[in-house]
């Protein structure tokens, strides 16, 4: 079964902080790189981070969010979450996981339902 489902959105204020997770229902993408992708109207799905597979994972950033969020994965509970701190309005917009390199986009690809970040005061 390939289904992802993202949770953990929200509205917050700037400054604040949410974590995102990601369940990998099937347990499909457990073998693979995974990435958080964020998506505005009218714009391309963008990579914020990434994970790799295995035992021990390793992170990467991209240059707006260094520093600020963290990715994590749970091999075990088929989890990939995203800890955002310090968030700022141009952080806003509809978060999805999925694999790394991505596949493209719908219908052509799957793509979850995705979960809403609002950063505004």
């Known amino acids: 079964q390939v289904q992802l489902v993202e949770s953990g959105g929200g509205l917050v204020q700037p400054g604040g902080s949410l974590r995102l997770s990601c369940e990998d229902v099937g347990g499909m993408f457990s073998r693979l790189d995974m990435g958080w992708y964020r998506q505005v109207p009218g714009e391309q799905r963008e990579l914020v981070a990434r994970?790799?597979?295995?035992?021990?994972?390793?992170?990467w950033y991209g240059g707006p969010v260094r520093g600020r969020f963290t990715i994590s994965r749970d091999n075990h509970k088929n989890t990939i979450s995203l800890h955002m701190d310090n968030l700022q309005p141009e952080d806003t917009g509809v978060y999805y996981c999925?694999?790394?390199?991505?596949?493209?986009?719908?219908?052509?690809?799957?793509w979850g339902q995705g979960t809403r970040v609002t950063v505004s005061s």
């Open positions: 994970i790799t597979r295995g035992a021990n994972p390793t992170g």
């Open positions: 999925n694999r790394f390199p991505p596949p493209p986009p719908p219908p052509s690809g799957y």
